[in-house]
């Protein structure tokens, strides 16, 4: 993991949010570049991403996002363990975020080329195209 700018290098943990459905997810390094190239076509991108798939400076984004995204780079900021994101392929078979959105997004936007994540055990075969080697 790569170290922010004035920040610490963290640690990744298990997202509470697969408590309990552990058999049902796998840890995994995504590519960031690999996912967002995939993101970009989510109905919900464009609340992060320019139309070029680039993460929009906090000026082009609305209130709310920009205060999440604040939220995650204070976070970034501080020695807390962070919690993997959650990936997973959409209807249309692009990258979605199930959780970590905002952590995963700022770690890219600092410049993070692989990100500790879950994955769908059932999705394993088709995500590997996302996955750092």
Do not use: Y
């Amino acid at each position: 993991m790569k170290k922010l700018a004035d920040g610490p290098i963290h640690e990744f943990i298990d997202n509470p949010a697969v408590k309990g459905r552990e058999d049902k997810f796998i840890p995994a390094i995504a590519n960031v570049a690999a996912v967002l190239a995939s993101w970009k076509l989510s109905l919900f991108a464009h609340e992060w991403l320019t139309q070029d798939g680039e993460i929009k400076s906090t000026l082009q984004m609305s209130e709310n996002i920009r205060a999440k995204r604040e939220s995650a780079e204070k976070t970034l900021r501080s020695s807390v363990s962070l919690a993997r994101p959650i990936l997973g392929l959409g209807l249309l078979d692009n990258v979605e975020f199930g959780a970590g959105k905002e952590i995963f997004l700022c770690l890219a936007a600092n410049g993070t080329t692989a990100i500790p994540v879950h994955i769908p055990k059932s999705q394993e075969a088709e995500f590997q195209k996302f996955l750092s080697p």
